[in-house]
């Protein structure tokens, strides 16, 4: 059985830093391409960042120059290393498995909340 | 950057009425369109993909039709579980994005 399971969401000030986690099963992340898609609250899907197979890392622009994917293929977990946050970055985030030009399985998302 | 516009924004429908959700991409996509339903506190769940192709334990009455810029989604005879905010997407090209959303409410 596939699951994706996120972790690492919280409450943190403006400046702060997170680390998002998505512990997967049932498939292998690192043979995979993985994204981290947001959704700020009210709001419609933000896709956030992709890792290929090849380890070939792509982001949105709003989030170039603080964010960082990465992948532990030991643990078979997914990252999102969240730097400078700001306010507009509150959103619940979700991985998904990207597969052709869709994503078919997500995770449950884990809420961050940038207050102050 | 492929810019995914839907419509309507919103629609309130009566139940067994017909659903029919557009969306309309900057430049031609081939069919390289899917659409996914979200409900509430819920991760979105891929309804169509490839624009038209209808995926395993998804109700029959979800089809989808298209290509190039402009595609369509229709629900069939609405069910009350059918209450839901409806995105379309392409992952072909970077960025990858999402249309708006389509909120259907029951009436």
């Known amino acids: 059985e596939v699951r994706l399971v996120e972790s690492g969401g919280g409450l943190i000030h403006p400046g702060g830093s997170l680390r998002l986690s998505c512990s997967v099963s049932?498939?292998?992340?690192?043979?995979?391409?993985m994204s981290w898609v947001r959704q700020a609250p009210g709001k419609g899907l933000e896709w956030v960042s992709v890792?290929?197979?090849?380890?070939?890392?792509f982001y949105a622009d709003s989030v170039k120059a603080s964010f960082t994917i990465s992948r532990d293929f030991f643990n078979n977990t997914l990252y999102l290393q969240m730097d400078r946050l700001t306010v507009e970055d509150t959103a619940v985030y979700y991985c998904?498995?990207?597969?052709?030009?869709?994503?078919?399985?997500w995770g449950q998302g884990t809420p961050v909340t940038v207050s102050s | 950057e492929i810019i995914l516009t839907q419509s309507p924004d919103f629609q309130s429908v009566s139940p067994k009425e017909k659903v029919t959700i557009t969306c309309r991409a900057s430049?031609?996509?081939?069919?390289?369109l899917h659409w996914y339903q979200q409900k509430p506190n819920q991760p979105p769940r891929l309804l169509i993909m490839?624009?038209?192709q209808s995926l395993s334990g998804v109700p029959s009455r979800f089809s989808g039709s298209g290509s190039g810029a402009d595609f369509t989604l229709t629900i069939n005879s609405l069910e009350p579980e059918d209450a839901a905010t409806y995105y379309c997407?392409?992952?072909?090209?970077?960025?990858?994005?999402f249309g708006p959303g389509t909120k259907v409410e029951i009436k």
């Open positions: 430049q031609t996509i081939g069919t390289s």
């Open positions: 049932g498939f292998t992340v690192s043979d995979n391409y």
């Open positions: 998904a498995r990207k597969v052709g030009s869709y994503h078919d399985y």
């Open positions: 997407h392409q992952s072909t090209n970077l960025p990858f994005t």
């Open positions: 890792i290929y197979p090849r380890g070939n890392t």
């Open positions: 490839y624009a038209s």
